[in-house]
């Protein structure tokens, strides 16, 4: 008798644990759309005690996926350890193909352009593969993006030198910043690992970022590319605030909210 109670129990307990951790999933896209949720918020939402929302946040932040604060929890600021890039270009890759088709049609004949390193710019030189626009020159500090682009007979490259950062592929640093002082660009097309509408878009690395930072003053328009996994998340050093983005491509799960508030600020938003 003993052992069928224990058998009952275990088939009552099954159910409520999956559901918990279904729960909390639903917690996580929520954050990732919003940067925060409350303790009211998840009650409200899934029709449990405040106890169990609770716990659940709770629960979030011992794996790591949240920061608790008084009344919920927000994202964590720090981003998660960096892939390689080869890892990166396989995750949202549809999204990436669509936000680098659509940066590419910005493309004219004869303009200077930018490319930083970033998964999403690996898919727009990708896309200047395929179909690439007349006599234009391309500065880039990233090796996967010169490879792509080294054997086009329609592009000039421009490829600045520096210490390399194995996870990017990418070279930064004094020499590389020297080097950027003396270009002028059209058009900078900047990749971000987070952007946050009230602090801006950032970067794992300091090195990086103030070479970003370099190349946006350096370029008479510039246009971030980032699809929506990107949006509400702050990583370590950040590249610049939003006064000099001219245009941000994303795909179409990106925060109604923060598109609206990028809107407003004269931003071009355009979602794929």
Do not use: W
């Amino acid at each position: 008798m003993g052992d069928q109670n224990t058998i009952i129990d275990m088939a009552k307990t099954k159910p409520v644990r999956l559901l918990g951790e279904e729960r909390r999933r639903e917690i996580l896209k929520t954050l990732v759309q919003n940067g925060r949720i409350t303790v009211e918020e998840v009650v409200r939402r899934f029709d449990v005690s405040a106890a169990t929302a609770r716990a659940d946040l709770d629960a979030l932040q011992e794996s790591g996926e949240l920061i608790r604060s008084h009344g919920g929890g927000i994202r964590p600021l720090a981003a998660n350890p960096e892939h390689p890039l080869k890892v990166r270009e396989g995750i949202h890759h549809s999204e990436k193909v669509r936000i680098a088709q659509a940066a590419a049609q910005l493309i004219r004949p004869l303009q200077t352009v930018i490319v930083c390193t970033g998964s999403t710019s690996a898919e727009l030189a990708t896309q200047l593969q395929n179909d690439c626009p007349a006599n234009i020159t391309v500065i880039t500090y990233a090796l996967s993006i010169a490879m792509r682009l080294a054997d086009i007979p329609q592009v000039s490259l421009i490829m600045l030198g520096g210490f390399l950062r194995n996870p990017s592929t990418a070279l930064v640093g004094p020499h590389a910043e020297h080097m950027m002082q003396s270009l002028h660009a059209d058009h900078c097309f900047m990749s971000a690992v987070g952007l946050d509408p009230d602090i801006g878009i950032t970067t794992l690395d300091i090195m990086e970022a103030h070479l970003n930072r370099r190349m946006i003053e350096s370029a008479a328009e510039v246009t971030v590319l980032a699809d929506s996994s990107k949006f509400g998340h702050r990583s370590l050093s950040v590249i610049s605030d939003f006064r000099p983005i001219h245009r941000v491509i994303t795909d179409d799960k990106a925060p109604r909210t923060t598109v609206e508030k990028l809107r407003a600020r004269g931003i071009e938003v355009v979602l794929t």
